[in-house]
């Protein structure tokens, strides 16, 4: 036998009950589907070496592919390097003067020739002067697209560009060679006086794909808007072909410009008849914005990959349907009560402490599930317990605010009970208005003490049954200030502050304390001064007679355009039209008297009073 406390009543007595060591339930399973743990460590040790397989791939790939991209970009160092000595050679030669007269000297084509001389890579070169006149030299004849292409290069270099231009094919079958057209513009003393234009030959490129490729590795090359540049010859595929269509192409074009690292992906491609899982690879060109891309599929790339999966999937297919079998017939002897458990603390976290264990076991599982059963009846006690303390003592606090603002209210007799009058219209309007019921509570609370400052006003001003003089009036509109200081060490009314200090403020900006204007007077606040001017036009005061509730409605709409909060009228006014405001008081004037003395015609400040609730 064990003892437990329990909150409020006597320790009780739990039998604990003849159990079975749940360890021996463990070790039973363990014992059985041992063969678990091998079979995972196989898995792990074929995972293993498929990883480092894979990784010998992407390293061919990313090697391959690197060791390309930086082959054309040295080159095109290399090219760029030549155009710089070209360039300062012609300024030289010239004298940075190669206008319509010295264009065509010889001694710029001696220099054009020994240039095109001195790289396989470069088939055709020329120079023209600002106005697009000059002399080229070359091994090749420019056709009209490789014309253009210059045309767009001179256009470039005009604008202090270097231009490269699209990947062209030139010549047809044996004798076809793609080049591209390179482009720099000359510079004399800041000004542009001419271009240096090439056309470089991809036939190193080509070739280099071609031995690659016989590999079993397609690779070929793009530009930043996935248009081919150069691929092997049995690969079938066009210089400028459109290659975004590929998953890896695409995935080059969206950062073209912005990558300037290796990255092997794999992804899916169509072979006309079925789609074909993918390993790819690209590695950019950062100063051309190309990317060299190597491509194989899966099936090929991981074919060791793949046999050795097959075999060891072979191997133990069997130990896995017999590990399955027994390892889900006990591990539901374990897991069931487990699940009961689990679900039973999931309705206690939901608040449900009636929710009870139907759990009998002779393990720790039911020893536990009893405690847990006698921890719920205790649970669901105390919170009853705190749940009616709690009400106790939120009623008691409401008891006091209500007592302390009809402290207030027995100051003045003709204010008897204006305190809860304007507490219940306040309600009723932040219901009208949709407010939480938190919000709706802090206004009750904040419409309840909205007059407790003038508990600090002298009887012979708050008493007064004349008009006040100006100075008396300042004090009596210091009771809003005074309400608020009062209550601002109580913590838990920190909150109603608002709408008990600023509950006077005007819309327009005229009201006091502190003149706020619009929607920097809180919600509260707003709320509380069409109450409280309701109440203080239907209620009989020393400066003048109740007026009928219609009537007041109707001036409030007025006050509504510039001093008080239109909404919150408006929402006054619906509770009115439906007829859910019934006052019981002396007899009121009639509306016809009313209108004949508004109560805000008088210039007193008893006057202005009765449309602000003082």
Excluded at 302 to 310: C, G, H, R, T, W
Excluded at 371 to 397: G, P, Y
């Amino acid at each position: 036998m064990a003892t437990v406390l329990s909150w409020g009543r006597p320790l009780a007595k739990i039998p604990l009950p003849n159990r079975v060591p749940i360890i021996y339930l463990i070790v039973g399973v363990l014992a059985l589907v041992s063969v678990v743990p091998m079979y995972f460590y196989a898995r792990q040790v074929v995972a293993i070496n498929r990883d480092r397989l894979k990784t010998n791939e992407m390293l061919l790939q990313n090697t391959v592919t690197r060791a390309l991209s930086d082959g054309i970009a040295q080159r095109m160092t290399n090219l760029d390097s030549m155009l710089g000595n070209l360039s300062s050679a012609i300024q030289v030669t010239s004298g940075g003067d190669i206008g319509a007269n010295k264009i065509n000297a010889p001694e710029l084509r001696a220099l054009l020739e020994r240039f095109v001389s001195s790289s396989n890579d470069v088939a055709y070169a020329t120079i023209l002067n600002s106005e697009a006149k000059g002399q080229a030299v070359g091994r090749i004849t420019p056709d009209e697209f490789m014309q253009n292409e210059l045309m767009r290069g001179f256009n470039a270099a005009r604008e202090g560009r270097a231009y490269t231009g699209q990947a062209l094919s030139i010549g047809s079958g044996p004798q076809r060679k793609t080049m591209i057209v390179v482009c720099n513009p000359v510079i004399t003393g800041g000004r542009f006086v001419g271009m240096l234009g090439t056309a470089v030959d991809l036939s190193f490129l080509q070739h280099n794909l071609d031995q690659i490729s016989q590999g079993g590795l397609l690779t070929y090359v793009v530009d930043r808007n996935g248009r081919l540049i150069a691929a092997p010859e049995q690969s079938h595929f066009a210089t400028g072909q459109d290659m975004s269509k590929l998953d890896i192409v695409k995935s080059f074009e969206e950062k073209a410009g912005k990558v300037r690292w290796v990255a092997t992906s794999e992804f899916s491609m169509s072979d006309g008849k079925k789609n074909v899982d993918m390993l790819g690879t690209y590695s950019p060109v950062p100063s051309l914005e190309w990317a060299v891309i190597a491509q194989k599929p899966q099936r090929e790339a991981y074919s060791n990959v793949f046999e050795m999966q097959e075999k060891a999937n072979l191997l133990a297919v069997a130990m896995i349907l017999l590990s399955a079998c027994v390892g889900i017939l006990l591990a539901r002897r374990i897991t069931g009560p487990l699940e009961s458990l689990a679900e039973s603390s999931r309705a206690i976290a939901r608040g449900d402490f009636s929710q009870r264990v139907k759990l009998k076991s002779r393990t720790e599982i039911g020893e536990l599930a009893t405690t847990f059963n006698i921890m719920s009846e205790d649970l669901e006690r105390l919170i009853a317990d705190l749940k009616t303390a709690a009400e106790k003592n939120r009623q008691l606090f409401l008891n006091s605010i209500q007592m302390l603002a009809g402290a207030v209210d027995e100051k003045d007799p003709y204010t008897k009970g204006h305190s809860d009058r304007v507490t219940k219209y306040s309600v009723m309007i932040a219901k009208e208005l949709g407010l939480t019921i938190e919000e709706v509570e802090k206004i009750r609370i904040a419409a309840q003490l909205h007059d407790v400052g003038k508990i600090g006003i002298e009887d012979r001003i708050l008493k007064k049954p004349g008009a006040l003089t100006p100075e008396e009036y300042e004090v009596m509109k210091s009771h809003t200030v005074r309400g608020a200081n009062i209550l601002r060490p109580v913590e838990q009314l920190r909150e109603m502050i608002p709408g008990i200090e600023l509950h006077h403020e005007s819309m327009d900006g005229k009201g006091y304390p502190y003149g706020l204007k619009g929607i920097e007077i809180p919600i509260s606040a707003r709320i509380i001064a069409v109450a409280d001017t309701f109440d203080a036009m239907t209620t009989n005061r020393p400066y003048q007679a109740a007026h009928e509730p219609e009537y007041a409605v109707k001036i409030i709409n007025t006050l509504g355009r510039n001093r008080l909060d239109p909404k919150v009228v408006a929402a006054l006014t619906h509770i009115f039209e439906r007829g859910e405001l019934r006052m019981h008081r002396a007899a009121v004037v009639k509306e016809a008297e009313a209108v004949a003395a508004p109560p805000f015609a008088s210039e007193t400040p008893k006057a202005e009073a009765a449309v602000t609730g003082d």
